[in-house]
């Protein structure tokens, strides 16, 4: 866990340094504010990199005021579980980007609840209709949000 | 003033305005629980409708859905950790981990009470603090005004940990948010900064999608990592027991409530600073009202007092900005600007008028505020034990309608496919953060006033050159960020000191 906290430092460092660089390129006005808060953000990550790689170990305290993750399940599965999650997130990205909104939400529910969440056949069509149903008549019937059409709808032309 | 008092409710009253502001509180109901779409967009959806309507009717419909979006907001944060608007992302910080506790309707039932008493007293100040509030206003300028802001943001990262270490942290997680705030056109120059040549970037990053990706993201991947309902294996909780122990808790802690109220109605009046800070500083008086390191250990995993204080502070808020608006025409916040442009609509001018000619329209505004409440209030706490049930829906069930939720709500921000992958991308940053142990409120703190902090500096700077260093209130305000900051170091030395007397 050190090696990774150390790393998230890192990325923090070249984060600062990287808006520092690019400050220093502008004009006075536009640099003040960023350079201001980027200088001390390299110096408290930079601090912070040396106690994790030097210093002892951090004690639980250390961050009071935020959620903690749950630690019941063994690391290899909730490791499994991570990627598999942000692997579902990246696809419905994707699956916007391709098909739009408005076909990509049945498909991804009814995707998720019948191969993820492993649901019957019935109970993922039925749900996945009733979702489709809200969804049409909320955002696009009563609020009008205008949902981009997809990649492959421009590709064909229609 | 006793009869503008009564003739205000009596317009509220009417029929058509009571009808109208039933219609808008409904309205502001959903709007409060789907992410993304904030009240002010929604009141600027809605500015069409009041043409035909006469002043009372068209401020009952408009601030009944106002303020009830804030109030409803509180639900989807305590439920999923999705904050149902951007004012409403300190409610997650303890709420939600209630819910995981298996204390849903609890939450529930304290973030609705501390919302309705909030309201309440919001608008008791709107009523009176209109004629003595002129001169308090006219005393903050914009140097105040920045010493103000980073007093807010020292009051989250002082409270990031109880050691340097943890201290450390927030500082730095403060100075992200500060930093990624100031991606896009500068407003002095309209230099292009941190944009890598995108002009999705231009206009800066949108405070929705970078909210509900780091707030949302991490809650999803937790509960599908743990594999079980939100309130995990806990046996069903009382939940009747459990609203009603919510709303004994807003009592219990009724002068928390009331000092968060304060601070709400405080930076609901002072122009900029809006929702997103007065939650925030509420959170943190909140723990900071805790004597002992180990009242503050719960603080984040589940306390009640922190979804007591920033409720109560939302919706405060909302008195407490609309007492510029009406009586100076200066809007407190975006949706308050909005309203302003009601007021012009519908041929009121805002300024000294709304305290002679129209004073029964003014108090028609607060009626509406305090009347609107309580009927929301009383709505949502009879139906609140079947909301808490879904704490106890299996996760796998739950999470493809929440990711639908959270990214439907991102896209209405600027209606770009850009506006998904900047939630993936901050909800990733945010996953590691959580799991790192580095703390996400004073980078959203950082992030939602970077704008404000930058105007106010370049405008404190141009206008005084380094002299309003030298302003009283500036000098107070300095001395208040360092007592601030160096309180939890006192409150853990006198602490040592009476244990060791004690030993």
């Known amino acids: 866990m050190r090696k990774q906290k150390a790393l998230f430092c890192a990325v923090l460092i070249a984060v600062a340094g990287f808006a520092i660089y690019s400050a220093l390129g502008w004009k006075f006005k536009a640099a003040l504010f960023p350079l201001t808060v980027s200088i001390p953000l390299a110096i408290l990550a930079t601090v912070q990199l040396v106690l994790i790689v030097f210093g002892k170990e951090e004690s639980a305290e250390g961050a009071a005021m935020d959620i903690d993750f749950s630690i019941d399940v063994p690391p290899e599965i909730a490791r499994r579980r991570v990627l598999n999650t942000f692997a579902w997130i990246a696809a419905f990205i994707l699956l916007v980007y391709l098909l739009g909104f408005p076909p990509t939400v049945p498909l991804f529910i009814f995707s998720y609840l019948k191969f993820q969440s492993e649901i019957s056949w019935l109970s993922a069509i039925v749900t996945t209709a009733v979702t489709w149903g809200c969804f049409y008549s909320l955002f696009q019937w009563l609020v009008h949000i205008q949902f981009e059409s997809g990649a492959v709808q421009t590709w064909l032309g229609l | ?503």
């Open chain 2, 1 to 503: 003033m006793f009869d503008a008092f009564i003739e205000g409710l009596l317009l509220v009253l009417q029929w058509k305005a009571f009808s109208l502001m039933l219609v808008g509180m409904a309205l502001g109901f959903f709007v409060g629980l789907l992410p993304g779409i904030g009240g002010a967009a929604t009141l600027a959806l809605m500015l069409p409708f009041v043409f035909k309507m006469s002043p009372a009717e068209a401020l009952a419909f408009l601030l009944g859905m106002h303020s009830v979006a804030a109030t409803t907001g509180d639900i989807t944060s305590v439920l999923f950790g999705v904050p149902g608007e951007a004012i409403s992302a300190a409610t997650v910080v303890d709420g939600y981990p209630m819910a995981k506790n298996g204390e849903a309707g609890r939450a529930l039932g304290a973030a609705l009470m501390s919302s309705l008493l909030g309201a309440l007293i919001g608008a008791v100040a709107l009523a009176l603090a209109i004629p003595i509030v002129r001169p308090l206003v006219l005393t903050f300028g914009s140097p105040e005004l920045f010493l103000l802001s980073l007093v807010g943001i020292s009051c989250i990262t002082s409270l990031s940990g109880s050691t340097p270490r943890g201290q450390l942290k927030g500082f730095a997680m403060g100075l992200l948010g500060l930093l990624v705030s100031t991606v896009g056109q500068e407003r002095q120059s309209g230099s292009l900064r941190f944009d890598m040549g995108l002009m999705y970037l231009w206009d800066g990053l949108d405070f929705v999608p970078v909210l509900v990706g780091i707030f949302a993201i991490p809650e999803i991947i937790d509960l599908a990592v743990r594999g079980t309902s939100i309130a995990g294996e806990r046996p069903a909780e009382d939940l009747s027991r459990g609203v009603m122990q919510g709303v004994k808790d807003t009592f219990h802690h009724f002068w928390l409530v009331l000092r968060c109220s304060v601070i709400g109605v405080f930076v609901g009046i002072l122009p900029g600073a809006g929702g997103g800070v007065a939650q925030w500083m509420a959170y943190a008086h909140a723990v900071q009202s805790a004597k002992t390191a180990k009242e503050r250990e719960g603080f984040g995993k589940g306390d009640v007092r922190g979804v007591l204080g920033p409720g109560a502070a939302n919706n405060s808020k909302e008195g407490g900005e609309l007492i510029p608006t009406v009586a100076f025409g200066v809007p407190g916040s975006g949706a308050m600007a909005i309203l302003l442009s009601g007021f012009l609509i519908m041929g009121i001018m805002p300024g000294p008028d709304m305290l002679t000619k129209h004073l029964a329209i003014t108090f028609s505004m607060v009626w509406t505020l305090a009347i609107a409440n309580i009927i929301t209030v009383l709505l949502c706490l009879l139906v609140l034990n079947q909301l808490a049930k879904l704490t106890h829906v299996r996760g796998g069930l739950i999470i493809p309608f929440v990711l639908l939720l959270v990214f439907v709500g991102s896209y209405t921000a600027n209606g770009q496919i850009a506006d998904l992958i900047v939630t993936f991308i901050f909800g990733l940053f945010s996953y590691f953060m959580v799991l790192f142990a580095w703390p996400r409120p004073p980078f959203v703190l950082g992030f939602v006033l970077g704008k404000v902090i930058e105007t106010y500096l370049f405008i404190s700077v141009n206008r005084y050159g380094f002299t309003w260093l030298t302003h009283p209130i500036v000098m107070l305000l300095i001395v208040l960020m360092a007592v601030v900051i160096a309180y939890p170091y006192i409150q853990q030395r006198r602490q040592r000191a009476a244990g060791a007397a004690r030993a």
